[in-house]
């Protein structure tokens, strides 16, 4: 009896170790396959990349991306969610400190705009496409309340959202395509503007410039 107990608590340990092998190869074949198509969107169109190229890129067949994801509107919701994580990572600086703030900015934005301002010229053509671009620009809008936080404290909710809202536009995306592929600025000429820009904005409150 004590033989047949120990036997059958080995094989519950080994189906138990064998399922959390198959999830980890599972959980680490969809984030390759994700990974795969943020790569595609850094350089395509969202209309023109296809599963065929994510699969192949990913190393896995069309078969796996759809049962996994169900197509590229699947895959577009786990990749806002994995770009989301990796935008709040680039962007985190110490509340307050604006020449940092726009350092990280500006890194964010090397690494991820073109990507954002392709699916935003896609927009209209893709209905699919607006809502998680909304999830961006709720995201954007978060973290220039975090990023100013020590600002917009000290002023009243009316007056908050008023200096939010010059703070989203100053750090725009657009603004960051204005300065470094509309004028051809580099980024050490291009930062300046920035931080002038958010400056200028901050003054212009009841409190003083940082």
Do not use: C
């Amino acid at each position: 009896m004590t033989n047949m107990k120990s036997r059958t608590a080995t094989v519950k340990q080994a189906r138990a170790y064998n399922q959390g092998i198959r999830a980890q190869a599972a959980e680490e074949t969809g984030r390759r396959i994700v990974e795969a198509f943020i790569e595609r969107l850094k350089t395509g169109w969202f209309d023109e990349i296809t599963l065929d190229e994510v699969a192949g890129d990913a190393g896995v067949t069309v078969q796996t991306v759809v049962r996994r994801f169900g197509g590229k509107e699947g895959l577009l919701e786990q990749a806002v969610e994995v770009f989301g994580k990796q935008v709040l990572a680039t962007r985190a600086a110490p509340v307050g400190h604006v020449e940092k703030i726009v350092n990280h900015l500006l890194a964010d934005y090397e690494q991820t705009g073109d990507l954002v301002l392709r699916l935003l010229a896609s927009e209209q053509r893709h209905q699919s496409l607006e809502r998680f671009l909304n999830i961006g620009r709720a995201g954007h809008r978060g973290w220039v309340r975090l990023a100013f936080g020590d600002v917009l404290e000290k002023l009243p909710p009316a007056k908050q959202e008023a200096l939010i809202d010059r703070l989203v536009i100053v750090t725009d995306v657009y603004t960051w395509k204005l300065l470094r592929r509309d004028m051809k600025r580099s980024l050490a000429q291009a930062a300046p503007v920035f931080e002038a820009l958010i400056k200028s904005v901050i003054s212009g409150t009841d409190h003083p410039a940082v």
